[in-house]
């Protein structure tokens, strides 16, 4: 059997886990997995040309039991002169105040917080202690669960700056090497426990499918991840090429993903919302949901875990949608009409030509009392300078085609009427024309 410290170097290399002159951090439970995991970088770090530190959180789950864990690794990492950074935390407390499973909440605050000690502590790199049969425990909760191909594949090597060097080798030949290099280590009381799906995946279904049908089960079904991302890397590269000839000013081009074969499509729509800030929490319904929304009319919109996806005209959109402040406040005939997001500045000028349509050249004596800058209402209407009539200003933004969520900008009006949109210019009922006398300037200006 290959030793561990050459499986360790070869996944190193193999996946370019590690270079030269970075600092990696353990996450150090204390268990025979993350002590050995440290114990066989110290040994290859001299040659390698790296520096270790570690980490430990007490998860506030096993009382006494986990202090004496915490303990255990403050005394390793101090005889073994390893940096350690140590912290406490209620997962039990914060499980219950955020809705999630006790196994949910303890795994994302553990990952948040090796990512601060991270950075306390200079290090490139993050190792977690995972190995082939946790592999194999993932990717049957994933099978059972109902996953794509994704779930199936497994843990990943390197997933950003998180490294598994231990994944390819079992738990046995783990506790094996513990015993040949006399360490001790803490054992998790936690772990025999039925609660967890997980627990009972490791008990009871994989003992007993390696007993009655396949003894090589472990080693089978990890193969069986690994050939399956070498299929999900292909087709993902497929999808974000496909994604990028998508991509329009807005978002994504409706008809060129929806002509996708569904395979690619999928994937595409997953990536552009892990893109947009989705990173957890999104499963298959709202993938499916937002495929759905490919062939949908403008305005059809799905809030899903952290976005919301919308359609606009030809494209689909993902983002925060952030609802503009509803704005209402008098206009000032002279000066500033200050709002959230911004100012109208209004004076008196001789005359002048427009630019840009954020500027306004407005007669003067045509503006009624009582001006207002506001968001738009229903009822509201707009005629453009120089266009056959007035029409309601919801149908104005449409023939324009303009973004559902660009329409809530300030606009000056006259009660119903609007007398200059931002962008797209003023009413035919204020245009300077030969008989004016007095002419008024009004620049928007956006502030950042």
């Not at 799906?197 to 490791?202: A, E, K, L, V």
């Not at 949901?289 to 490919?294: H, K, P, T």
Request: aromatic content about 8%.
């Amino acid at each position: 059997m290959e030793k561990l410290e050459s499986k360790v170097k070869n996944a190193i290399d193999k996946y370019g886990l590690i270079n030269k002159n970075e600092r990696v951090l353990v996450g150090l439970s204390g268990g025979a997995d993350s002590v050995a995991l440290l114990h066989v970088l110290l040994k290859i770090a001299p040659e390698r040309g790296f520096e270790l530190c570690a980490a430990h959180l007490n998860h506030g789950i096993r009382g006494a039991e986990a202090y004496h864990d915490q303990r255990f690794a403050e005394e390793l990492c101090g005889r073994l002169g390893v940096p350690l950074v140590c912290e406490g935390l209620d997962i039990p407390g914060i499980a219950r105040a955020e809705g999630k499973t006790l196994e949910q909440a303890a795994r994302e605050k553990r990952y948040e917080f090796f990512h601060r000690a991270a950075k306390e502590l200079g290090a490139d790199k993050i190792a977690v202690a995972h190995h082939m049969d946790d592999q194999a425990e993932s990717i049957m909760l994933h099978l059972i669960r109902g996953s794509g191909l994704k779930g199936l594949m497994g843990m990943e090597p390197a997933y950003g700056n998180i490294i598994r060097p231990l994944l390819w080798a079992r738990r046995r030949e783990i506790e094996e090497y513990a015993a040949d290099n006399g360490l001790s280590y803490c054992n998790d009381s936690t772990n025999l426990e039925r609660d967890a799906s997980r627990n009972r995946i490791r008990l009871d279904l994989i003992p007993y499918i390696q007993d009655n049908l396949n003894p090589c089960f472990v080693e089978g079904l990890c193969s069986m991840g690994e050939l399956l991302r070498q299929d999900e890397e292909y087709l993902d590269g497929l999808a974000r090429n496909a994604l990028r000839d998508a991509k329009t000013e807005e978002g994504y081009d409706r008809a060129k993903l929806a002509a996708l074969p569904l395979p690619l499509k999928s994937r595409a729509i997953r990536i552009a919302v892990f893109e947009a800030g989705a990173t957890a929490d999104v499963e298959r319904c709202h993938i499916e949901r937002i495929m759905d929304m490919l062939t949908a009319k403008t305005g059809a919109h799905a809030d899903i875990p952290h976005i919301s996806a919308w359609v606009s005209y030809g494209s689909i959109c993902f983002g925060i949608r952030q609802n503009a402040n509803e704005v209402d406040v008098p206009f000032n005939i002279e000066g500033k009409t200050r709002f959230a997001g911004g100012f109208f500045f209004a004076e008196a000028v001789e005359g002048g030509i427009i630019k840009n349509n954020t500027v306004a050249y407005i007669d003067r004596d045509k503006l009624p009392a009582g001006l207002r800058v506001r968001t738009r209402r229903d009822g509201d209407r707009f005629q453009l300078i120089g266009s056959g009539g007035r029409k309601k200003l919801k149908d104005f933004f449409i023939d324009r085609k303009v973004p559902r969520d660009q329409r809530n900008m300030p606009i000056l009006f006259s009660g119903s009427d609007a007398l200059f949109i931002p962008g797209y210019g003023i009413s035919d009922k204020v245009k300077v024309d030969e008989n004016t006398k007095r002419v008024l300037r009004v620049t928007y200006v956006a502030e950042q």
